[in-house]
Protein backbone atom coordinates (compact mmCIF):
# COMPACT_ATOMS: atom_id res chain seq x y z
CA UNK A 1 0.00 0.00 0.00
CA UNK A 2 2.76 2.78 1.34
CA UNK A 3 4.51 1.29 -2.29
CA UNK A 4 1.22 2.58 -4.52
CA UNK A 5 0.89 5.48 -2.59
CA UNK A 6 4.62 6.65 -2.87
CA UNK A 7 4.32 5.65 -6.92
CA UNK A 8 1.03 7.87 -6.75
CA UNK A 9 2.77 10.96 -4.78
CA UNK A 10 6.18 11.02 -6.72
CA UNK A 11 3.47 10.68 -10.43
CA UNK A 12 1.51 14.01 -8.93
CA UNK A 13 5.01 15.78 -8.79
CA UNK A 14 6.06 15.22 -12.02
CA UNK A 15 2.77 15.91 -13.48
CA UNK A 16 2.68 19.00 -11.59
CA UNK A 17 5.91 20.04 -13.09
CA UNK A 18 5.34 19.06 -16.57
CA UNK A 19 2.19 21.04 -16.81
CA UNK A 20 3.69 23.59 -15.11
CA UNK A 21 6.34 24.68 -17.23
CA UNK A 22 5.86 27.42 -19.77
CA UNK A 23 5.30 25.05 -23.00
CA UNK A 24 4.70 26.85 -26.61
CA UNK A 25 2.28 25.56 -29.63
CA UNK A 26 2.90 25.70 -33.02
CA UNK A 27 0.33 25.06 -35.66
CA UNK A 28 1.39 24.18 -39.69
CA UNK A 29 0.57 22.98 -42.26
CA UNK A 30 2.82 21.07 -44.71
CA UNK A 31 1.06 18.74 -47.14
CA UNK A 32 -0.08 15.65 -45.37
CA UNK A 33 -0.24 15.85 -41.95
CA UNK A 34 0.76 12.13 -41.42
CA UNK A 35 4.17 12.97 -42.75
CA UNK A 36 4.44 16.24 -40.81
CA UNK A 37 3.60 14.15 -37.31
CA UNK A 38 5.93 11.32 -38.26
CA UNK A 39 8.37 14.00 -38.08
CA UNK A 40 7.82 16.04 -35.19
CA UNK A 41 7.28 12.86 -32.93
CA UNK A 42 11.02 12.97 -33.50
CA UNK A 43 12.23 16.13 -32.45
CA UNK A 44 13.84 16.94 -29.20
CA UNK A 45 11.88 19.43 -27.19
CA UNK A 46 8.27 18.24 -28.86
CA UNK A 47 6.04 17.44 -26.11
CA UNK A 48 3.25 16.17 -28.34
CA UNK A 49 1.95 16.15 -31.79
CA UNK A 50 -1.68 16.67 -33.12
CA UNK A 51 -2.77 16.13 -36.40
CA UNK A 52 -5.83 18.33 -37.45
CA UNK A 53 -7.17 21.18 -39.10
CA UNK A 54 -7.03 24.64 -38.78
CA UNK A 55 -7.79 27.84 -41.77
CA UNK A 56 -11.27 27.36 -42.89
CA UNK A 57 -14.77 28.03 -42.28
CA UNK A 58 -15.97 25.03 -41.34
CA UNK A 59 -16.88 24.17 -37.87
CA UNK A 60 -15.83 20.40 -37.01
CA UNK A 61 -14.83 19.74 -39.85
CA UNK A 62 -14.08 15.59 -40.85
CA UNK A 63 -11.45 13.88 -42.63
CA UNK A 64 -13.59 13.42 -45.85
CA UNK A 65 -14.63 17.24 -45.77
CA UNK A 66 -11.66 18.67 -45.70
CA UNK A 67 -10.27 16.02 -48.65
CA UNK A 68 -12.95 17.61 -51.03
CA UNK A 69 -11.35 20.91 -50.74
CA UNK A 70 -14.05 23.13 -49.75
CA UNK A 71 -13.76 23.63 -46.05
CA UNK A 72 -10.96 26.07 -46.49
CA UNK A 73 -8.84 24.05 -43.53
CA UNK A 74 -5.80 23.10 -44.01
CA UNK A 75 -4.34 19.68 -42.90
CA UNK A 76 -2.04 20.51 -40.11
CA UNK A 77 -0.30 19.26 -37.33
CA UNK A 78 -0.38 21.04 -34.06
CA UNK A 79 3.24 20.97 -31.94
CA UNK A 80 2.95 21.48 -28.24
CA UNK A 81 7.00 22.35 -27.55
CA UNK A 82 9.28 23.60 -24.96
CA UNK A 83 10.88 26.77 -26.22
CA UNK A 84 14.01 25.62 -23.52
CA UNK A 85 14.47 22.51 -25.51
CA UNK A 86 13.75 23.60 -28.78
CA UNK A 87 12.80 26.94 -30.53
CA UNK A 88 10.20 28.15 -32.62
CA UNK A 89 12.62 29.18 -35.74
CA UNK A 90 14.31 25.23 -35.13
CA UNK A 91 10.20 23.89 -35.34
CA UNK A 92 10.61 26.36 -38.63
CA UNK A 93 13.42 25.34 -40.11
CA UNK A 94 12.46 21.76 -39.69
CA UNK A 95 9.19 22.60 -41.28
CA UNK A 96 10.81 24.37 -44.43
CA UNK A 97 13.11 21.28 -45.04
CA UNK A 98 10.68 18.37 -44.76
CA UNK A 99 8.28 20.00 -47.06
CA UNK A 100 7.65 21.92 -50.26
CA UNK A 101 6.74 25.43 -49.56
CA UNK A 102 7.40 26.67 -52.88
CA UNK A 103 4.44 24.88 -54.45
CA UNK A 104 0.99 26.39 -54.06
CA UNK A 105 -1.70 24.40 -53.02
CA UNK A 106 0.17 20.98 -53.66
CA UNK A 107 3.02 18.82 -51.69
CA UNK A 108 3.56 16.09 -54.78
CA UNK A 109 0.72 14.42 -55.38
CA UNK A 110 -1.56 15.58 -53.03
CA UNK A 111 -3.38 18.39 -54.38
CA UNK A 112 -5.61 21.02 -53.10
CA UNK A 113 -5.81 23.68 -50.72
CA UNK A 114 -5.68 21.21 -47.87
CA UNK A 115 -2.57 20.85 -49.07
CA UNK A 116 -1.38 24.44 -48.97
CA UNK A 117 1.99 25.09 -46.91
CA UNK A 118 0.84 27.46 -43.91
CA UNK A 119 1.91 28.74 -40.77
CA UNK A 120 -0.84 29.58 -38.30
CA UNK A 121 1.10 32.59 -35.32
CA UNK A 122 -0.04 32.08 -32.13
CA UNK A 123 2.21 35.15 -31.23
CA UNK A 124 3.21 38.25 -32.94
CA UNK A 125 6.50 36.99 -31.86
CA UNK A 126 5.96 33.32 -33.31
CA UNK A 127 4.56 35.71 -37.12
CA UNK A 128 8.03 38.22 -36.25
CA UNK A 129 10.10 34.53 -36.36
CA UNK A 130 8.07 33.41 -39.61
CA UNK A 131 8.66 36.14 -41.65
CA UNK A 132 12.32 36.25 -40.62
CA UNK A 133 12.91 32.58 -41.65
CA UNK A 134 10.99 32.92 -44.88
CA UNK A 135 13.28 36.12 -46.02
CA UNK A 136 16.51 34.47 -44.88
CA UNK A 137 15.66 31.25 -46.79
CA UNK A 138 14.89 33.22 -49.54
CA UNK A 139 18.42 35.62 -48.87
CA UNK A 140 19.85 32.22 -48.90
CA UNK A 141 17.81 30.80 -52.45
CA UNK A 142 17.72 27.43 -50.71
CA UNK A 143 15.04 27.17 -53.04
CA UNK A 144 14.90 27.76 -56.58
CA UNK A 145 11.41 29.35 -56.63
CA UNK A 146 9.71 31.76 -54.21
CA UNK A 147 8.34 30.31 -50.94
CA UNK A 148 4.68 30.89 -50.98
CA UNK A 149 3.97 29.45 -47.47
CA UNK A 150 0.67 31.39 -46.08
CA UNK A 151 1.53 33.16 -42.86
CA UNK A 152 -1.91 33.74 -40.59
CA UNK A 153 -3.30 34.80 -37.26
CA UNK A 154 -4.47 31.28 -35.50
CA UNK A 155 -7.66 30.82 -34.82
CA UNK A 156 -9.38 27.39 -34.34
CA UNK A 157 -7.81 23.97 -34.27
CA UNK A 158 -10.07 21.00 -34.68
CA UNK A 159 -8.31 17.78 -34.03
CA UNK A 160 -8.54 14.94 -36.51
CA UNK A 161 -10.07 11.33 -36.27
CA UNK A 162 -8.98 8.89 -33.71
CA UNK A 163 -7.13 6.61 -36.94
CA UNK A 164 -5.23 9.50 -38.18
CA UNK A 165 -3.24 10.28 -34.62
CA UNK A 166 0.15 8.56 -34.92
CA UNK A 167 -0.62 7.13 -38.50
CA UNK A 168 2.93 5.98 -39.49
CA UNK A 169 4.24 4.72 -37.12
CA UNK A 170 0.72 2.53 -37.03
CA UNK A 171 0.84 1.79 -40.58
CA UNK A 172 4.18 1.60 -41.90
CA UNK A 173 3.35 -1.10 -43.96
CA UNK A 174 0.50 0.66 -45.97
CA UNK A 175 2.06 1.85 -49.39
CA UNK A 176 1.57 6.24 -48.60
CA UNK A 177 3.70 5.71 -45.66
CA UNK A 178 6.39 3.58 -47.48
CA UNK A 179 6.76 5.77 -50.40
CA UNK A 180 5.79 9.12 -49.34
CA UNK A 181 6.02 9.22 -45.45
CA UNK A 182 9.14 7.11 -44.80
CA UNK A 183 11.12 9.14 -47.22
CA UNK A 184 10.69 12.23 -45.10
CA UNK A 185 11.45 10.81 -41.72
CA UNK A 186 14.54 9.40 -43.15
CA UNK A 187 15.33 13.10 -45.05
CA UNK A 188 14.73 14.94 -41.22
CA UNK A 189 16.47 12.59 -39.58
CA UNK A 190 19.75 12.90 -41.52
CA UNK A 191 19.62 16.80 -41.78
CA UNK A 192 18.76 17.50 -38.11
CA UNK A 193 20.76 14.20 -36.40
CA UNK A 194 21.65 16.38 -33.74
CA UNK A 195 18.49 17.26 -33.14
CA UNK A 196 16.60 13.93 -32.52
CA UNK A 197 14.74 12.78 -29.45
CA UNK A 198 17.38 10.43 -27.28
Not at 6 to 27: G, H, N, P, Q, R
Not at 135 to 145: A, M, P
Amino acid sequence: MKTKTLALFIFLIYSTVIMSKDLEKATLGGGCFWCTEAVYLELKGVIDVKPGYSGGHVTNPNYKEVCAGTTGHAEVVQITFDPERVSFSKILEVFFMTHDPTTLNRQGNDVGPQYRSAIFYHSAKQKEVAENVIRLFGEEKVYENPIVTEITAFDKFYIAEDYHINYFARNKSQGYCQFVVAPKVEKFRKIFKDDLKK
